[in-house]
Nanobody
């Protein structure tokens, strides 16, 4: 199973980015997919999750600004990020869960600076 993120970059505060995560190599549907992030010197934290049923949850700091979605036909997970703040900067990782297994991408860098 492979997960490949893309879409990161440098954006000014208040700007927007859309991250993508393409999955391959799985012959099953994931139970859930999520985005995590890790800022320099900090622990990796959960950002958003979407379950197989479509149930969605966000960490409080991004509620109302980020939108997670998945396209099962394209095998792609998205994270639309708006009104970005400097504290949103970090490496964003895609995670997929199937039963007791977790799969991670290599990460994509998001920088928020004027």
């Amino acid at each position: 199973v492979q997960l490949v993120e893309s879409g990161g970059g440098l954006v000014q505060p208040g700007g927007s980015l859309r991250l993508s995560c393409v999955t391959s190599g799985n012959e099953f549907n994931f139970d859930a997919m999520a985005w995590h992030r890790q800022a320099p010197g900090k622990q990796r934290e959960w950002v958003a999750i979407i379950g197989k049923s479509g149930r969605i949850e966000y960490t409080e700091s991004v509620e109302g600004r980020f939108t997670i979605s998945r396209d099962n036909v394209k095998n792609t997970l998205y994270l639309q990020m708006t009104n970005l703040k400097p504290e949103d900067a970090g490496t964003y990782y895609c995670k997929a869960v199937h039963r007791t297994s977790q799969y991670w991408g290599q990460g994509t860098q998001v920088s928020v600076s004027s």
